[in-house]
């Protein structure tokens, strides 16, 4: 169980990492004249991976029953 957190808690680093630097790359394509279909694409790879990050964090948080 521990050493599937642990994985769970590298691959969450792994995706808000690369998160992190799809939004970067967008922010400066955004500023000038490019292909809009790699713009596209690289815009719904970050909403993918923003699922990812969801999930992820939805597994990691135990349910608390109120």
Do not use: F, Y
């Not at 990492?17 to 004249?33: F, G, M, Y």
């Not at 809009?36 to 993918?48: E, Y």
Request: glycine letters at 2%; zero cysteines.
């Amino acid at each position: 169980m521990i050493a599937d957190r642990d994985a769970m808690l590298r691959r969450l680093h792994e995706l808000r990492s690369e998160h992190r630097d799809l939004d970067t790359v967008i922010a400066r394509l955004d500023s000038s004249p490019v292909d809009q279909l790699q713009l596209q694409r690289l815009k719904k790879r970050k909403l993918k991976l923003k699922d990812e990050i969801a999930w992820l964090e939805g597994r990691l948080v135990p349910d608390i029953i109120a």
